[in-house]
């Protein structure tokens, strides 16, 4: 593990496109450079400490995914070589050694202005929204689910893409009058096509994939999958040979700083307590085991 989290990116000279929870993104000529930090959101707020080589994790991760599914769909990766990244720019060569393992050159698109949920095991809000009234997103449920339990079919339940506070969830209906019908059909066919896939690789892998989370955009007319997937920051990761329907899940995803921040007298507004050293060297470890048994590699720095 890296010594010290990177919590922030500077790149002198480099035109800052936009700066979100994790990552920062910058403008290279008619592209764009996405750099992952190590800060860690839970609850939408930023944690005041982060995780060593959590960056790298997501980017490493990210990058398998992008090429394992692209027969599915078109994606918005150009490289995540640096030598090939710092050819677009040579003035990201003074910023290699920073740069190397976190980062992505992407095509700009426009996003989606939707969250694209995919879900096949009852867990986080979705349980919530189905003890409240049997339904997630207006799909009905049968009853009498318990808590991580697998769901008779795989289901997409969108949600907002707040830019502040939280993602409210979103029925079939709402979404597509959001982005039109034809757009809608499209990204909910399509993310249940990628988890369905990645769910089979990850079982043969002793990983159950719950629920995970995607982002769409569109180029020119065409909608190309973009931002992470398949990360543990968008994904719930659990272990197999650990697995108990109805009980609590051992994890290899954020659901283990989130749980213990449930633990403290916090209301989940900003600022956020400083995670302890021992919060943040298991999280470090659950990352970047799940690295290893997705990719069957460790960090590429």
């Not at 027969?71 to 640096?82: L, P």
Request: with cysteine.
């Amino acid at each position: 593990m890296a010594d010290k989290a990177l919590m922030d990116i500077e790149l002198a000279g480099i035109k800052l496109f936009k700066k979100g929870k994790v990552r920062n993104i910058y403008e290279i000529k008619d592209k764009l450079l996405i750099v992952a930090s190590d800060r860690i959101s839970a609850f939408d707020v930023v944690m005041p400490n982060g995780i060593p080589d959590k960056g790298k994790i997501l980017t490493q991760i990210s990058l398998f995914w992008f090429e394992y599914i692209k027969d599915i769909i078109d994606n918005h990766i150009i490289t995540g070589n640096i030598d090939e990244i710092i050819s677009y720019d040579d003035r990201l060569e003074k910023y290699k050694d920073l740069l190397k393992g976190r980062s992505m050159l992407v095509r700009k698109t426009t996003p989606l202005p939707i969250e694209c949920v995919v879900r096949g095991y009852l867990a986080g809000s979705g349980w919530r929204e189905y003890k409240d009234g049997g339904k997630i997103c207006g799909i009905k449920l049968p009853e009498g689910l318990k808590y991580a339990q697998e769901l008779p079919r795989v289901i997409f339940t969108p949600s907002t893409k707040a830019e502040e506070g939280h993602d409210e969830p979103l029925t079939e209906q709402e979404a597509s009058e959001i982005i039109g019908e034809e757009d809608f059909n499209f990204v909910r066919d399509k993310s249940i096509e990628i988890y369905n896939r990645a769910k089979k690789f990850a079982w043969d892998k002793g990983i159950i994939i719950a629920d995970t989370k995607f982002e769409f955009g569109k180029l020119d007319d065409k909608i190309i999958l973009i931002d992470e997937i398949l990360t543990p920051d968008s994904s719930r990761f659990w272990p197999r040979v650990d697995y108990r329907i109805g009980k609590p899940q051992k994890s290899f995803d954020k659901q283990f700083t989130r749980d213990y921040l449930d633990s403290l007298n916090w209301d989940k507004t900003p600022p956020a307590p400083a995670l302890p050293d021992e919060i943040v060297k298991k999280t470090h470890n659950k990352y970047l085991k799940i690295l290893e048994l997705i990719t069957g590699k460790s960090i590429q720095n």
